[in-house]
């Protein structure tokens, strides 16, 4: 369902925006990512603690989806 951790290198903003990964993001949520500049490794490193606080501040939804995906 979702890529292998070798290829993360390749994900970032418009990825997720066009992906078939079925996150179901809202264009808000996808925004607060790019301003954090976040893409490939940075995906690894997020826990849904980390954005469900500043500077992400996401709603648990998005949260846990985008946490799962970066297992």
């Known amino acids: 369902m979702y890529p292998y951790k070798s ?3 390749e994900i ?3 990825a997720l925006r066009h992906s078939n990964w079925k ?3 809202e264009e808000k949520d996808l925004e ?3 301003k954090q500049r976040v893409n490939g ?3 690894l490193k997020l826990t849904e ?3 469900l606080r500043h500077p992400y501040n996401l709603p648990g939804g998005p949260t846990s989806r985008l946490a ?3 297992e």
Do not use: C, G, V, Y
């Open 7 to 9: 290829a993360m290198s």
């Open 23 to 25: 996150l179901e993001l």
């Open 32 to 34: 607060i990512i790019h």
């Open 49 to 51: 603690e980390k954005l």
């Open 12 to 14: 970032n903003t418009p």
């Open 68 to 70: 799962d995906f970066a």
């Open 41 to 43: 490794r940075d995906f």
